[in-house]
DNA sequence: CTGAAAGCGCTAACAA
DNA sequence: TTGTTAGCGCTTTCAG
């Protein structure tokens, strides 16, 4: 009654179990004459081979899975299709794991799959570093735009690319920025605003940061009170999502953008090309960090154990260039926490 | 050297193998007390059930999959979220799909699964009828903003909400429609066509279509230049992502909105509300539609071959007002096809 | 290159 | 309620 197993193949194919088992598992191995006779007995069958017998046995699942911060983050569409796509042309299936900005969700979510998948891919993840070194340890693991001495990982570049925000910003005339940051276990938040400051300081600017922010529209308008509150005529948000919500929030107070203060953001997510202005963001070809993330994974499942160099792949990230960002016009030199009357 | 298993608790434990299955299967079936002993053992030697062996013995994985017709589409997130989180709930995990538009790759991928999940959630599916028949009579399936007799489903309600979006139409002056298609096979496009047109004759308006288009920005443009040509004073868009290529097409042929043409999407996506003008759409809570599908969808796991009716769950709709649509301002009673003068 | 046979870890009758 | 005992479908030595 149920599927067709091997026994059957091997039945009508007239061979051995283990044939048949060779024909769909290893390449060579085998004469063309006998493969052609499993082949064609599997297929006059319909037999596909079982998923879980053969987990069992060989403990590979062909299946990965990636786990997000928070799946409603649009900036990890891009990241998720390219992962996507690179697992499939590897006959590897992609399961999104979501782990809502929650810690401990996260670790929940890796435990519940350890058995079930051949490895793991973290992106934006908020574990502490002692966390992850033991999850590694443990299962193969990538990790998606974060760096931790020691383990494989794929990041979109962001000291350069915060060079050239506080560039962007200083050759408007902008003397004084300030920092939106993100949440406080995101190591992005951590290398961004350590790339601004010391680019900042280089560039003669001051920097300041306020936060941490939840990287969502919603928590815009209290970062941009905040910002406002600094008396920077520059600001850099955590991601697009933020400095959208600060957009609007600048807009409901009358501060007209970029007349009284530029904004930028991170990531390019579509609608940082639809809101009003449209977004300044360092932006970067997402996809290709998903793909590099699940082709470093792959390369290590295929030579477990490898003593060799762990890999760590930095991808270019591109400063976008939109209407949020213009000449700075307010008073001169107002240094940033100084109430000085102009 | 492996991982421990049953044997390994049931010595620790001093049972039989089956008794620990049991314990981590069935919930009741056993004295408080064995449970107790079992599970100490489990967690001393750090136990966890292999999921493989389990599904080749029990053909249940706790998986189910969703396939979406594009993951890349807005719309899908908080259906994907809805759908996560019931699924989680249940203990269930969710694998994720990404037909790329593509009829042949949706198919393909859901054969490459069946043997790993519990069940389908198709989304948007763009099968035939007769197609998605065969896959639900061979496979558990619930079919996501799509309906065909038979098959159990979960949509969000069109045909209200098409006659609320030409009301709202009408209430402006509004005489003429054209709405732009979706995709030929979309389930979803030719239902709201229908909804519109009947909604439209019996308000009194006229009603063209034009495409099909593919619902992205990009083919907003092209979109945008046929629905001019139809001289309607209202576009109704398949969804918002092509409704925003429409804005911004309008935009650079100076065809103002709402005060030349009004515009309407479908989905209620985030960026709807970015864009300028912020745009009137068709929405829901598409996280419910997920959650619904999943529930269905558990249900029918529960016991199978329930002949039973079949459930076809509908949510509400909910029409959002917002700038690109207007009071009707062009020439007075321009019939769209008529080049009556005026 | 191919076959025989022993499991992988678990569930599900069937007994007790 | 608990134990015994077959497998589930496949991979993998080990022989041939």
């Not at 062909?62 to 900036?75: E, L």
């Not at 697009?240 to 919500?245: K, N």
């Not at 007209?256 to 997510?269: A, E």
Request: proline residues 7%.
């Amino acid at each position: 009654m149920g599927n067709p197993t091997i026994y059957d193949v091997a039945r009508v194919a007239g061979v051995a179990t283990s044939t048949v088992s060779r024909v769909f598992g290893k390449p060579g191995r085998i004469t063309d004459a006998t493969r052609d006779r499993v082949l064609r007995a599997a297929r006059e069958l319909g037999y596909e081979p079982n998923p879980h017998a053969r987990a069992l046995t060989s403990n590979r699942t062909q299946t990965i899975a990636m786990v997000v911060s928070d799946i409603t983050n649009p900036h990890f569409f891009e990241l998720i299709r390219g992962a996507e796509m690179r697992a499939k042309a590897a006959a590897y299936t992609l399961v999104l794991v979501n782990a809502e900005e929650s810690t401990r969700m996260e670790l929940e979510q890796v435990r519940r799959l350890t058995r079930s998948v051949d490895g793991f891919l973290l992106a934006a993840s908020r574990q502490p570093d002692d966390e992850l070194a033991e999850l590694a340890a443990a299962h193969p693991v990538v990790l998606i735009n974060r760096r931790v001495p020691g383990i494989a990982s794929a990041v979109l570049e962001p000291w350069e690319g915060c060079r050239q925000i506080v560039a962007h910003l200083a050759s408007l005339g902008h003397t004084s920025l300030t920092y939106l940051a993100g949440p406080p276990n995101s190591w992005m938040a951590a290398s961004r605003w350590t790339a601004l400051r010391d680019a900042a300081a280089e560039a003669g600017m001051s920097a300041v940061r306020t936060g941490p922010y939840t990287p969502t529209v919603k928590s815009g308008g209290a970062a941009a009170d905040a910002a406002i509150g600094t008396g920077a005529t520059a600001f850099v948000a955590h991601n697009d999502l933020l400095a959208i919500g600060v957009l609007r929030r600048l807009a409901d107070r009358s501060v007209r953008v970029p007349g009284d203060v530029s904004v930028v953001g991170f990531d390019d997510i579509f609608a940082a090309d639809l809101c009003t202005p449209s977004l300044t963001t360092l932006g970067g070809a997402h996809s290709d960090v998903g793909r590099a993330a699940v082709e470093i994974l792959l390369e290590s499942l295929g030579h477990p154990r490898d003593h060799g160099a762990t890999p760590e792949i930095v991808l270019p990230s591109q400063l976008v260039l939109r209407a949020s960002t213009g000449p700075r016009t307010g008073p001169d030199d107002r240094p940033p926490a100084g109430p000085r009357q102009n």
